[in-house]
């Protein structure tokens, strides 16, 4: 049965921890042939379920032990009767202890197995079962031609734990890598599955413990935890003689000429998720047409530091970044923040401006770049950032000494004490411009009410993600403004103002 995002396990490993887990589990006596057939008879009813008039499967086999899952799977089918064929991209005769003997119950049972040409017919539900999670360095031949006729195919896919070619640990491409319909994980969830490019490969997740005593799993520590509402941090209830100086003040400082929007929204968006008090400090330009869409966010125009100071020493939580441009304008008041001792959000410019050295950052701050500001800051491209999102989240806080929200699919919040969430939530409508500075606000708001700064990002980014997949129901044209109520909504249901 296909799982809810919530339903799914919250902790994230790495490949060397499921086979850690592995390992253990087959110490504590569970045969390593029987955890192969279950995770096969796991595969088959999600392939029935999935595709019950199919009859006709044909099985994609390397030569490890995701291979032997691929042998036991075919067996299964046979005997149920479906014209089934293995075509065996690795020899067979390679395949060792478990595998081997799950070859062997296929040929027992019947199976053709067919060696793998370049211009195999694939034919009915193709199930993917040649590389598992402990493939290193890139896809070489004949896999990679195996996996490119598999996506060339249009049949549909079935994944054996893990999409071949796909990097369990960051969700990177290994050169080639197959995009399925339908991947069945088992026993540990992959970090992989869910950042990077895993969420484009896996398609629909289903998640089979294969009956693994959880004593045993809770043996080996996760590398990151799934966010969901059974581990969000929670606001705590008002009380009746509440007032907005409970709340706190938060200062958005941004909006050069041009770009003012973006400072609004975050404003915006701070107000909706309860900050007692929001100011905006703007360029002059833009403050009648601030004060007529929000005339509750006290907007000043400011062209200094000057001006900037007494609205800073007021302030309970900075966010800087949003439209404040490089110019010297942003310069100049990005130049004030690390003076003001009190939690920060620095977001868009500020990270650019932080990149170039040109600004020190204080302590408390949380960062939330997109890929392209965390490769400047980490003085990388954007291609090694996304090849390892996990480290690079991890390399942030450690180097800045802060909390860090690194965006984009599969969001990753990480903090210096090596930390690390991650937000499997989120529409493809919401690539759109303006949801960050959105983003940005929704955490100073919640820094004002008292969360720290890698809670207020945890949760902040959950609110966002899923009230962009509430209005990504209606399609294409979700605009940064629409989620601010929706997570007003969200917010209400997570965290009720009143018990």
């Known amino acids: ?190 970090l992989g599955l869910f950042t990077g490019q895993g969420p484009d490969r896996i398609g629909t997740l289903i998640f089979d413990d294969l009956q693994a005593e959880a004593e045993i799993v809770a043996q080996v520590g996760p590398s990151a935890l799934r966010l969901c509402k059974a581990n969000l941090p929670v606001l705590a209830p008002r009380s009746p003689t509440a007032h907005k100086g409970s709340f706190g003040q938060v200062l958005v400082i941004g909006g050069d000429l041009g770009t003012g929007g973006a400072a609004l929204l975050s404003a915006e968006a701070a107000l909706r998720c309860g900050a007692g008090m929001v100011t905006l400090a703007t360029r002059p330009e833009h403050v009648t047409a601030s004060l007529v869409r929000r005339p509750e966010i006290m907007c000043s125009g400011v062209e200094s530091t000057y001006a900037l100071t007494a609205l800073a020493q007021r302030a309970d939580v900075l966010v800087i970044g949003p439209g404040l441009g490089q110019a010297p304008w942003g310069r100049s008041l990005l130049s004030l923040t690390p003076q003001c001792y009190v939690p920060q959000v620095w977001d868009a410019d500020a990270l650019n401006l932080l990149a170039t050295g040109a600004v020190g950052l204080p302590s408390g701050c949380l960062l939330t770049p997109h890929p392209g500001e965390a490769a400047r800051l980490l003085d990388f491209s954007i291609a090694d950032v996304q090849a390892d999102r996990p480290a690079a989240a991890r390399a942030l806080a450690a180097r800045f000494g802060c909390a860090v929200l690194l965006k984009g699919a599969g969001t990753l919040i990480a903090d210096r004490d090596g930390r690390l969430a991650l937000c499997d939530r989120g529409h493809p409508a919401m690539a759109s411009a303006g949801l960050g500075d959105v983003l940005a606000g929704m955490a100073g708001a919640l820094l004002a009410q008292g969360l720290s700064p890698f809670e207020a990002a945890c949760l902040a980014v959950w609110l966002h993600a899923v009230a962009g997949e509430r209005l990504g129901a209606g399609g294409r044209g979700l605009v940064a403004a629409d989620l601010i109520p929706m997570v007003r909504q969200l917010l209400e249901e997570h965290s009720p103002c009143l018990t």
């Open 1 to 190: 049965m296909s799982q809810t995002t919530d339903t799914l396990p919250i902790p994230l490993y790495s490949a060397a921890q499921v086979r850690e887990l592995d390992a253990r589990l087959i110490a504590a006596g569970m045969p390593g042939f029987e955890l192969m057939q279950r995770a096969a008879h796991a595969a088959w009813r999600a392939l029935r379920r999935r595709w019950p008039d199919a009859d006709e499967i044909s099985v994609l086999a390397g030569r490890g032990n995701n291979a032997g899952d691929g042998y036991l799977i075919a067996a299964l089918a046979q005997r149920a009767g479906r014209r089934v064929r293995v075509i065996a991209v690795g020899d067979p005769q390679q395949l060792q202890g478990d595998a081997a003997q799950a070859f062997a119950e296929a040929q027992a049972a019947g199976v053709s197995v067919t060696p793998w040409t370049s211009g195999a017919d694939l034919r009915g539900v193709l199930v993917d079962a040649l590389l598992g999670t402990g493939i290193a360095g890139e896809v070489r031949e004949p896999y990679a031609g195996a996996i490119r006729a598999m996506n060339e195919s249009a049949q549909p896919i079935l994944e054996v734990d893990l999409p071949s070619g796909l990097c369990a640990d960051t969700g990177h491409l290994l050169g080639e890598a197959v995009r399925a319909e339908l991947t069945v994980t088992f026993i540990g969830l992959k």
